[in-house]
């Protein structure tokens, strides 16, 4: 059983984090208020404001630290790490040539899903 939700369910949590309001009003100025007291509501960002789930997206990937790493074996290519990676509680699981799983609320469901994603 997989704790994996998508990246909008963690608005609220990135909303209340100083260093994403700080860098949110860095990148969309006098219009930053309103994008806050959305994302703090939890709600649908509307189309004029579409473009903070990207910038959100590649804040979180960009600015994500690894916190636990594992390792599989693979075919040809020998063995492979696997990270668990956090950004402002925000967690996500991260190995090469593969796609990126998540988001989780702690480190420890990112970890469960290495284990059901990975034998």
Request: with cysteine; charged share 25%; hydrophobic share 40%.
């Amino acid at each position: 059983m997989s704790n994996e939700l998508p990246l909008d369910k963690f608005y609220p949590k990135l909303a209340s984090s100083k260093k994403v309001v700080k860098l949110l009003q860095q990148e969309y100025g006098d219009a930053s208020p309103e994008i806050l007291a959305i994302l703090k509501s939890d709600g649908e960002l509307p189309d004029g404001h579409s473009s903070v789930h990207d910038w959100l997206y590649d804040l979180v990937h960009n600015e994500a630290e690894d916190v636990a790493e594992d390792s599989r074996e693979g075919s040809a290519a020998g063995e492979y790490p696997i990270y668990v990676m956090c950004f402002e509680g925000v967690f996500f699981v991260s190995a090469p040539e593969f796609d990126d799983i998540g988001y989780f609320s702690t480190q420890e469901e990112a970890e469960m899903a290495i284990s059901s994603n990975w034998f």
